[in-house]
């Protein structure tokens, strides 16, 4: 007898019939997450007190029309207290930050919420079933449960879910749900790129710091990263054509479509181009140090010039002064 797997398959679960409509209708089928979000979530996580397992809060973000696909942007601590009996968690606030931010970010809705600890148990239940619930929630659309483990030492994983009505007691519904794993994808754009990259450095530092780096060390090393991209393209393309590297058809079209992005210029254009564009960079640094000097310059001769009107004043007083009083002992 063939051994067989020691979990269980599940599929994608429909709602209960028989359960009032609590749960949503509809799952994503991906969540993409912004790196902001995820700051913000550790950024809660280092300031919670030293007896909290673990910290919650909000996500908000944006939705697409037929519900198929969810983007968090954004998050907010929610404060709560718990213990193996229950869990107290501060919904006036959350209703209240909730409504501040809709109101400062209309295109933003609710999306779920977020707990730095992989564990789900039953108080997890009850929070999922509150965000998924009809009126303060997001129904129709299911809530996207994110967990992210923060030990110290290990690795950061994140997972995301969302929630399915099981067929339970009534008196049990507000505590009991299934979770279903769904994909996701972090995001970042290229401007946040260059931070992400600045803040990843400080990792292999001791004192956990790293120095921001000039616009021309920068570019120095981002030149560098595409060389050595460059260098592992080359080498699984002398690999595959060798017969050493079975081929990918997945890495043969992004290969294409990267190719297809490249202008058609020739390489002598493209050093004339960056050589001219170093010359009007050194070209404008030129002109801001030298407005910077004549700006300073006309400052120290604005301040000589007021000290030599206070010095003739103040001696023009001082004659006056002089003048009057002889003219007041002739006098007398």
């Not at 519904?173 to 970042?188: G, H, N």
């Not at 120290?300 to 206070?310: H, M, V």
Request: with cysteine; charged share 20%; hydrophobic share 40%.
């Amino acid at each position: 007898m063939a051994d067989k797997d020691s979990y269980i398959h599940l599929a994608r679960p429909l709602p209960v019939v028989s359960v009032p409509p609590a749960q949503a209708t509809t799952s994503p089928l991906s969540v993409v997450i912004n790196a902001q979000a995820l700051f913000s979530i550790l950024d809660h996580s280092l300031r919670r007190n030293a007896d909290q397992e673990r910290v919650i809060g909000t996500l908000l973000g944006v939705r697409s029309e037929d519900g198929a696909e969810v983007e968090i942007r954004n998050c907010f601590a929610v404060g709560h207290n718990e213990s193996q009996e229950q869990v107290e968690v501060d919904m006036d606030y959350h209703k209240a930050m909730l409504g501040l931010h809709l109101k400062a970010n209309p295109k933003e809705v609710l999306i779920g919420w977020y707990a730095t600890s992989p564990e789900l148990n039953t108080f997890s239940a009850l929070i999922q079933n509150f965000y998924a619930s009809n009126g303060d929630g997001t129904f129709p659309h299911p809530a996207v449960h994110l967990t992210m483990s923060t030990v110290p030492g290990q690795d950061i994983a994140i997972r995301t879910y969302i929630s399915s009505a099981v067929g339970v007691h009534p008196d049990r519904l507000a505590d009991s749900c299934l979770f279903v794993p769904v994909p996701y994808e972090i995001k970042y754009v290229d401007a946040e790129r260059s931070g992400l990259e600045l803040i990843s450095s400080a990792k292999n530092n001791e004192n956990r710091s790293a120095e921001v780096t000039t616009d021309i060390h920068a570019l120095e090393k981002a030149l560098e990263e595409v060389l050595e991209m460059l260098d592992r393209v080359s080498e699984y393309v002398a690999r595959v054509v060798a017969g050493n590297t079975q081929a990918s058809a997945a890495i043969g079209k992004f290969l294409m479509n990267t190719l297809s992005l490249a202008p058609k210029v020739s390489p002598a254009d493209v050093e004339r181009m960056f050589n001219t564009h170093i010359q009007d960079v050194l070209l404008v640094a030129y002109l801001a140090n030298t407005i910077r000097t004549q700006i300073d310059l006309s400052n120290r001769l604005a301040s000589a010039n007021f000290g030599a009107i206070t010095t003739t004043s103040a001696a023009a007083a001082t004659t006056t002064t002089a003048t009057n009083t002889t003219t007041t002992a002739g006098g007398k």
